[in-house]
């Protein structure tokens, strides 16, 4: 399988708790970006980066939100001190500029989260 | 604030007949346009893209842009129930050619056998 993998595909976990979770990107895409989804919304972006640069990071990624791509290659994504409003699908996705640059993105299987 | 407008649905529509999808955008300099469909539960899957006004033919689907209108839609002929899903509209805006997209909340399209 050639496509975007992300670990776990779920994740329950207590308030307060800390997660991480792991995007393997398609092997020739540099940039990877982090997004959010909830229930009946569309996917709003949280980070993206160009190999290893962290560029660009939402607002809605608040300081118990850390995300690293120390390689280039995988990302991770961590939640400190979950709390219940982080519960939602978390979505990894990759691309690359050979695309004729229109920014085309493939999504992995996302992982979800559920915080009690 | 850039916003992707879509009207959230459901939308039904009888098996074999044309589905049409809308979406309108704020920023007039937008570049890309997307069309993904998801699957209740999973991900996103990336099925069209257009950057030029007019429309853009894959199989059963058409993405039509008209920037001037700021509006975009997605056709699906000879819809079929395995068509039923959300279909996402986003948008690459332009002060981030290469960073994240910008997406509607989706519709729901419901394709009756």
């Known amino acids: 399988d050639t496509g975007v993998s992300q670990n776990p595909r779920h994740k329950i976990t207590k308030r307060g708790q800390n997660v991480t979770f792991r995007c393997d990107p398609i092997s020739e895409h540099n940039r990877l970006y982090w997004y959010r989804q909830t229930l009946g919304q569309g996917p709003e972006f949280l980070t993206y980066f160009q190999n290893e640069a962290q560029l660009e990071k939402s607002r809605l990624l608040s300081d118990r939100f850390s995300a690293e791509r120390p390689k280039g290659s995988f990302s991770t994504l961590e939640i400190q001190r979950t709390e219940q409003g982080d519960s939602a699908m978390y979505l990894c996705?990759?691309?690359?500029?050979?695309?004729?640059?229109?920014?085309?993105?493939?999504f992995g299987p996302g992982t979800r989260l559920t915080v009690l | 604030q850039k916003e992707v407008e879509q009207n959230s649905g459901p939308l039904s529509v009888p098996e074999g007949a044309i589905a049409s999808l809308n979406c309108t955008y704020s920023d007039r300099g937008s570049q890309s346009f997307f069309w993904y469909r998801q699957y209740s539960g999973k991900s996103p899957e990336l099925i069209m893209f257009i950057y030029s006004n007019g429309d853009k033919e894959d199989g059963r689907f058409t993405a039509q842009l008209n920037k001037a209108s700021q509006y975009v839609s997605l056709l699906i002929r000879d819809s079929q129930p395995s068509d039923s899903a959300t279909y996402l509209c986003a948008v690459n805006p332009t002060w981030g050619s290469q960073g994240n997209l910008i997406f509607g909340k989706g519709t729901k399209l419901s394709v009756k056998p």
């Open positions: 996705a990759s691309t690359t500029r050979g695309l004729a640059g229109h920014n085309e993105q493939f």
